[in-house]
């Protein structure tokens, strides 16, 4: 997984140094008081100092903050930075070699398939595409994306562009399964809604329930992949008047 | 075209509704010659299957003549006889090339909410409740099938609809349970339940091998056919009374080497929110339901083999597993792969060895469908098994 490093660096740099600061500061008063809530002040003071000194808070960490700017992301290699806004991790079991689903997704314009909110994508060439939603008037949105991860076969990481009406970021990752039964799909999201009515209106989009959304269009994926089609009902007698 | 519509609880009604059509590539049409109410229908008609919706088309033992097919199904023409399995596999997908039809990942449109209770979701199925796909059934006039390049088996023209109808569940359902047996030569089987899977069950043990059948029911017109056309010994539990004694007294104290539980209970598993009051309904069922389930885990001899082609739902309550784990049994249960079973099935029909239409007690047409919920339900007029025929 290539988040793994992230997850260390959560907290920014001004927010190190006043840990630092603070934890040594509290670190030497309790040191001083030479009593047992000396001892816990000591090692709180201690606690911050190598919240500083490494960047990492393990409070953050478990409330899926961070106070660290995605401007610095180092080399941008990183397709779903760690921090906040809505964050979604799925997989997927497909009978498929890595080499078939790598090039169906690879193409963008495949994505509106499976996945249920888009109306559709456009290739814009350069590695950049054209992202529409669906929606009633005044809830679509639009963004333009560019790959920014692509190892052929294994995976490839996308983000909005700089400026985008919704800050969204992906990537998929194509394993083989174990013995030999299929390719492991894991597709990580993140996007961040807008403030405001139109974000309201944005999230509205991406589903009450993204996780459920994010496990559907896997399941849409497998079933195109597999059997051709995707199963349906629409369209079939019932005894319910229209 | 005329279509038998699930309307509430104890509601069903035949309804005049659009004819289905072509909806995906590897879909077909057939118009139904002959079709049946099934046991498990009476778990929807009796409200304990959550997600029907009124309107919902019934039915999912059919067969018929196809008359439209999508431009994926190759094997298939319009005229050709077919039966249609009541799981819809893919044929594609992990489960099925396993052969674990039922099992299938892909056919269902609504898995998601079969797994918000169970984890994980098999297959989609004809006329049995939106958790289970929602698609429409074969209690009608037309009906779409779909995956119909590896779901319908062909029926040669000798053999008459009522021989091959069962083929679509509960021949095979009553096959696999006695498969699942894994009978050893000179083995005495039991059998709760004389219904139509239990009768098929006794047929199958016999074909698989076993030295005795003893079919254990209350019905008299049931056991009267365990007895004269299964050949089987029977067990009135009415009569009886301690059915745990009665089977150790026919077993020399041993008691049955293979045990098959071919009642269920009610109920058919469930979905998300609304589901969760549905369980606590089940649960309180099965307090009686279970019944035969804890019957035939106790009466099993040790090292035996329980087998449960009966549909659980939900969670049941006091199974006695530390005298499963004590005896050290074998259990098997779960929804038939219907495919694995129907040329060699049929072969049997063909030649003559096995002919599955005995259990008919009622032959009616479509618009009759209403009342033979009910008869069927109470078991009334001595009723086993109904078949109708859309056209009549």
Redesign the interface.
Known sequence: MNTATETHHNVSEPERWLSVVAGSAIAAYGLTRRSLSGLVLASLGGALVWRGASGHCAFYEAMGVSTRGETEDDGRAVSVPYGRGIRVEKSV?I?AKPEQLYIFWHDFTNLPRFMDHLESVEMTGGGRSHWKTKGPAGTKAEWDAEIINDVPFELIGWRSVEGSQVDNAGSVHFTPAAGG??TTVRVLLRYDPPAGLFGAAVARVFGEDPE?QV??DL?RL??IL????????????????A | ?K?V?W?GKGQV?V?D?????I????DAIVRVTLTAICGSDLHLYDGYVPTM?????LGHEFMGEVVEVGS?VKNLRAGDRVIVPFPIA?????FC?EKMWAAC?????N??MVEALMGFSGA?MYGYSHMY????GGQ?QYV?V??ADVNPAKIPNGIPDEKALFLTDILPTGYMAAENCGIQPGDTVAVWGCGPVGLFSILSAWMLGAARVIAIDRVPERLRLAQRDGRTEIVNYEEAGDVFAALKELTGGRGPDRCIDAVGMEGHGHTADAVLDRVKQAMKLTFDRAHSLRQAIHCCRKGGTVSIPGVYAGFIDKVPFGTAFGKGLTLKMGQTHVHNYTRMLLEKIESGVLDPSYIITHRVSLDEAPEMYETFRNKEDECIKVVMKPAG
């Open positions: 079991t009978d039964r299929g459920l496990q559907e399941r497998k079933q597999e059997t051709g089609e995707t199963p349906t009902i629409e369209g079939q007698p019932t005894g319910r008047k | 075209m279509a519509c309307w009604r309804v509704v659009p004819d289905p059509k909806l995906n590539p590897r919706m009124k309107g919902d088309i994926e893919c044929g594609r997908c992990f090339k990942d892909n056919t269902n449109p898995a998601w989609g796909g929602g698609y429409a009608a779409r779909p995956f």
